[in-house]
Nanobody, 115 residues
Framework: QVQLVESVGGLVQPWGSLRLSCTASRSMFRIYAMGWYRQAPGNQRELVAGIIADGTTNYADSAKGRFTISRDNAKNTVYLQMNSLKPEDTAVYYC?????????WGKGTQVTVSS
């Protein structure tokens, strides 16, 4: 089975920053388009940011100007740098392929933005 493991999130104050990472178990990671997703209680899971194999990126409107997705294919890792965090960014964050594949979902990691 393909496995994606997210780094630990945590509690962050408003206007603070946090960097998440996701490491894949497969060497073919380098050809996959990847994405970061999030789900808040009572809401649908949504795409936050996506990145294709050559590094081209796409962002949800809520993330533009604040979040940056990047990848290191040599490390089979995708990152999400989150700056200027807001309480409405509170959610469980997941990485997956873009578009997502059902067998790639992991446990996710909780990010809470609160003072």
């Amino acid at each position: 089975q393909v496995q994606l493991v997210e780094s630990v999130g945590g509690l962050v104050q408003p206007w603070g920053s946090l960097r998440l990472s996701c490491t894949a178990s497969r060497s073919m990671f380098r050809i996959y388009a990847m994405g970061w997703y999030r789900q808040a209680p009572g809401n649908q899971r949504e795409l936050v940011a996506g990145i294709i194999a050559d590094g081209t990126t796409n962002y949800a409107d809520s993330a533009k100007g604040r979040f940056t997705i990047s990848r290191d294919n040599a490390k089979n890792t995708v990152y999400l740098q989150m700056n200027s965090l807001k309480p409405e960014d509170t959610a469980v964050y997941y990485c997956n392929r873009w578009p997502p594949q059902s067998n790639y979902w992991g446990k996710g990691t909780q990010v809470t933005v609160s003072s």
